[in-house]
């Protein structure tokens, strides 16, 4: 069956400018995390949805970034105003729950700031 | 907090030559752990998983033994192929605590290239 999408594959934006990365899920899959990968930090927890419960945003580095899950299934991470350290690839993945030890990755957003 | 150490690389290695990729962690409870691989051009992939002391888990040759005792989850291979070449990284989930949230915590990743 398919798995996590990601869309756009590629995003470069101006510095200031908002974006908007899209996922998603594997059909079913309840669970949903977005992470960021970037050369200085590795690969970082930023959010993660659960059915109907409220997020943990905890991983969420600034209040410049939100995210949404529309219907339990896709979601959209924004970012406001951005700044060049917000370059890196964003990865969405799913899960069956939030109990299941298996995430299946999305291929991520490459975003570049200029 | 939760975290993953593991050894930084690159790694460079024959074919055929045997691997082992160091993974320590840092938990106050009993976490699962993981090895995931990232092909060039690919997202990531669960290669193989553990969830409690002692489990062995193994895929495609690679091994690794949760080892409670030295807080370790070494990734192993006996004769690595050109095929293989690709980032690995070790990762924790404290969801074996009993909670809910399946976070990953993800050491920095270890960059493995095999010649022929």
């Known amino acids: 069956g398919a798995g996590v999408s990601q869309s756009p594959s590629n995003k470069v934006t101006e510095k200031g400018k908002d974006v908007e990365l899209r996922c998603d899920p594997i059909s079913g899959h309840t669970a949903l995390y977005w992470y960021r990968q970037s050369l200085g930090q590795g690969l970082e927890f930023l959010i993660y949805?659960?059915?109907?419960?409220?997020?943990?945003k905890s991983g969420l580095p600034s209040d410049r970034f939100s995210a949404e899950r529309t219907g339990g299934s896709v979601s959209t991470l924004t970012i406001q105003r951005t700044q060049q350290e917000d370059s890196a690839v964003y990865l969405c993945a799913s899960s069956l729950d939030g109990t299941s030890y298996e995430q299946y990755f999305g291929p991520g957003t490459r975003l570049t700031v200029t | 907090g939760d975290s993953v150490t593991q050894m930084e690389g690159p790694v460079t290695l024959s074919e055929e030559a045997f691997l082992t990729i160091n993974c320590t962690y840092t938990a106050t409870g009993y976490p699962s752990l993981f090895w995931y691989v990232q092909y060039p051009g690919e997202g990531l992939q669960l290669l193989l998983k553990a969830t409690k002391a002692d489990d062995k888990g193994s895929n495609k040759g690679f091994e690794a033994t949760y080892r409670k005792e030295t807080t370790s989850f070494h990734l192993e291979k006996g004769s690595v192929q050109v095929s293989d070449s690709a980032v690995y990284f070790c990762?924790?989930?404290?969801?074996?605590?009993?909670?809910?949230?399946?976070?990953?915590?993800f050491g920095r990743g270890t960059q493995l290239t095999v010649w022929p």
């Open positions: 949805f659960q059915g109907n419960s409220a997020p943990d």
């Open positions: 990762a924790l989930s404290d969801q074996g605590r009993g909670s809910t949230l399946g976070r990953l915590y």
